[in-house]
Each structure stands twice: as C-alpha cells, then as structure tokens.
C-alpha cells in the first residue's frame, strides 16, 4: 500500500473542516481511494449528503457506521443529519461527486475553542457586513465561521493596507489575499461560532521567496537535450529533475491548473506566477514551493482515475502557497532550522526523490503539510 500524505488539505468552499488523509494505491485493484473528513451540511435525498457544494454519494453497498468511545458500531444512513462529522472514505466521480465506499460518524466530537488564521482566498461574500458589526458568515481556509452581532472585530480595509502600495486590492473593495485571524466555538452544524475576528494585510512580499536565494528553471540537459528544471543558486547548480518528455502531458496539467488559480492569488504582495511541471518520479506525491511552482511526480499521475482528483491535489498544492506554509513552518521551527544548509547532493546531480531534496533545503512544509490552527 503505498500512501500520500496530504495533512489539513484545503480546497475552496469544500468542507466546514477538511481533512485529506491519505491518497493510496491498492496495488492488487489499482485503485485510488482517498479520505476525508467534513461536517454534514445537508441531504439532497436519502442517498446524498451535502458537504458545502460537495456530494456524498452512497448506495446500499456502502458501509456506515459509527464510532466512539467504545468503537465502530453499525449506524442507520437516515440517522445521518446535518451538523455530524463524518469520515468518508471512497473516490472523486467529478468535480462535486464523492462516492463513499465507507462512511463513518463521529460521535466523540466536543465542543471546541478554536483558534486559526488564514489568508483569504476568495472574496467574502458578507465584506459589508463584516464591516458594519453585523451578522454575516466568511468561508475561510475550509471553515465557515459565523459572525454574530457579539462578534469582537478589527475589520478595517483601509487600515489593514496602510503602508502597502498604491492601488492595493483593499483600495478597490477586494480582499482576497488578506490575513484573517479567528477564534471561535465549534456549534453542533459544524460551524465555528466566532468570538473575535481581525483583518490584517497580505502576507510580506518575502515569504513567496525560495529560501538560500534557489531559482527553478526550466532548461535542457547538455548530454542528452532532455527537458529538465534546475534548481540554480546563483551560478551553480544544486539539482536537477527530469521533467515528463510527454508534452501533452504537461500542457493538460498545466492548462488544468491555470483554470484552478484562485482569487487570492490577485491579492498577493508579490506577483505570484504558478507554474506547473510533471517530474520524472515514483514517488506517489506532489509538492509546491513559495515562489509558486508546483511538481506533479509521475508517480502520482499513474493513479489519479480523473480530473476531479488531479484538480483536488492541485487546489491543495496552490492553497499551501497562498496560505504561507513554508514561512509558517519556518517561524514554528525556527530553533532546529538555525544554519540550515544544502546537504547531500552532488551540485548538479539528478535528484532522485523530491521530498528528500525539499527537506534538504528546507521546504518540509511542501511536502509535509501544515497545522494550521489549534484547539483548547
């Protein structure tokens, strides 16, 4: 069973609270199954829950159960309500159409303080109403928080872009790429009921830099004429990937991707071009880097089963890069990345596997994911 981490994925709109666990491969059925966990917010009909705009599809082969402290227990599908948490486990059909193989409820979830912060990724829909100390709703990182009129909030556009360059996002009304702190109380819908919220400005042009001054370009192998990226500090060069000599492939991903870029990417300090490359490896993973490329191994491509997949991963791998994963990481680690060095590849050398060569150089958080937010 070979296995993907992918720890707290995001992807606009999809969950209350998300989850994707784990990508794996059945090697004897070649199947891709993936888990996640989100807070029911809905039945389309006896055989659908609703997940935000998301579909759990079940049929009288899946399995539900419940868990808690004792265990796993069977549990009735029509028992299932809006406001439980559940883990379903199963596949992508399309973009908002999730079949779940198995379906789990979790009884044993409490009440929870809830502290986080993310940027915006998309625009608020309630901006106005935010601001004007009213009840109003904001869908951030994968939550959705409920601002009542006891809300504390430090909601100030104008404010929060003090100091930035002229003609900032905040100047024209959007607020997609701003920094939102929250806390809050988990209702029983799944919700977060929000006790404070405050508005802060995009992320510092510096954190979407590469760390140790690294620069990823694309270019050609002098031996062989194979299509490679190189990633160049200065004049030397530290590795090289191979890239997939398969064109078609590359443009289809790369086309894919541009069609999934969200709006917080307009909102950025620093211009962020995301770059898309499919790599020469058998490691079932994907990775992104702050500057905003991002490499699907081969090895993941071989059992993604649809676009709805492939699109899942690449959303994630964008949210890491908006959301400041490497600088978080960084800022969290800080004591053991002290005189953080490149080690252990021959300058120049092909890189065998991307995540060993990520965490050489300091980019763990690309690989690795990011806990974003923590309970009390």
Aim: glycine share 8%; hydrophobic share 40%; aromatic share 6%.
């Amino acid at each position: 069973m070979w296995k993907i981490s992918l720890r707290r994925a995001t992807r606009l709109g999809l969950v209350l609270t998300f989850c994707f666990d784990c990508l794996a491969l059945n090697e004897a059925a070649a199947v891709t199954k993936m888990k996640l966990h989100g807070y029911v917010t809905g039945r389309a009909d006896e055989n659908t829950l609703l997940i935000l705009e998301d579909r759990i599809e079940l049929t009288p082969a899946s399995r539900i159960l419940s868990k808690d402290a004792a265990g796993e227990h069977s549990f009735n599908q029509q028992e299932v309500s809006p406001g439980m948490l559940v883990e379903a486990e199963g596949q992508w059909l399309d973009k908002h159409r999730f079949f779940a193989e198995k379906l789990t409820v979790e009884l044993e979830e409490d009440e929870k303080k809830i502290h986080g912060s993310a940027y915006l990724q998309e625009e608020p829909a309630d901006a106005a109403k935010i601001a004007a100390g009213g009840p109003s709703e904001l869908k951030l990182d994968g939550y959705w928080l409920a601002l009542s009129n006891n809300t504390k909030r430090a909601w100030n556009p104008a404010k929060s872009s003090e100091g930035l360059a002229a003609k900032t996002p905040a100047e024209n009304g959007a607020l997609a790429g701003y920094h939102v702190k929250y806390s809050g109380m988990r209702r029983k819908d799944g919700r977060i009921e929000a006790e404070e919220v405050d508005l802060g400005p995009p992320a510092s042009a510096d954190d979407y830099q590469m760390p140790h001054n690294l620069e990823i370009v694309p270019a050609k192998d002098a031996l062989t004429g194979i299509d490679v990226l190189e990633f160049r500090q200065g004049k030397k060069v530290q590795g090289r990937m191979k890239l997939l000599a398969e064109r078609t492939v590359q443009e289809y991903v790369s086309h894919l991707g541009d069609s999934l870029i969200p709006e917080g990417a307009n909102g950025t300090r620093r211009p962020i071009e995301f770059r898309f490359f499919v790599v020469e490896d058998p490691e079932i993973n994907a990775a992104s880097l702050p500057d905003g490329t991002l490499l699907i191994n081969t090895g993941l491509l071989g059992v993604l089963q649809n676009e709805a997949q492939l699109a899942f991963v690449l959303s994630h791998e964008m949210a890491h890069v908006l959301q400041v994963h490497y600088r978080r990481e960084v800022e969290e680690t800080r004591g053991t990345r002290v005189g953080l060095t490149i080690a252990g590849i021959a300058a120049g050398a092909f890189i065998g596997n991307a995540g060993i060569f990520m965490s050489q150089i300091g980019i763990a958080s690309a690989v690795n994911g990011h806990q974003r937010e923590h309970h009390q």
